[in-house]
């Protein structure tokens, strides 16, 4: 499950029951590489990179419909 409200990325992973929560006033930068830790989609995923709780910058990317819609509306949230 991923889902996007105004204050954050919402992820869980049904398998093994994981959770991540990314505020989206940690957001950094929004990609659409086509691979991510190795593994190749060949399809574009998104990308976000982030400052995670320790003040580190992270990154997680998923494959999404309408990944080109996902990131603009990231990126107008971010704008904000």
Same mark, same amino acid.
């Given at each position: 499950v991923?889902?996007?409200?105004?204050?954050?990325?919402?992820?869980?992973m049904?398998? %093994? !029951?994981?959770e991540?929560? +990314? %505020?989206v006033?940690?957001?950094? !930068? +929004?990609?659409?590489?086509?691979s991510?830790?190795? /593994?190749?989609?060949?399809? %574009?995923?998104l #990308? +976000?990179?982030f /400052?995670? !709780?320790?003040?580190?910058?992270d990154?997680?990317?998923?494959?999404v419909?309408?990944?080109?819609?996902? #990131?603009?509306?990231?990126? #107008?949230l +971010?704008?904000?």
């Amino acid at each position: 499950v991923l889902v996007l409200t105004t204050e954050e990325l919402y992820f869980w992973m049904w398998l %093994p !029951g994981n959770e991540l929560r +990314i %505020p989206v006033s940690r957001i950094t !930068g +929004i990609d659409m590489p086509r691979s991510f830790l190795g /593994k190749t989609r060949f399809r %574009p995923l998104l #990308k +976000i990179i982030f /400052k995670n !709780g320790l003040g580190e910058t992270d990154s997680a990317a998923w494959l999404v419909r309408g990944v080109t819609e996902w #990131k603009d509306g990231l990126e #107008k949230l +971010i704008a904000r």
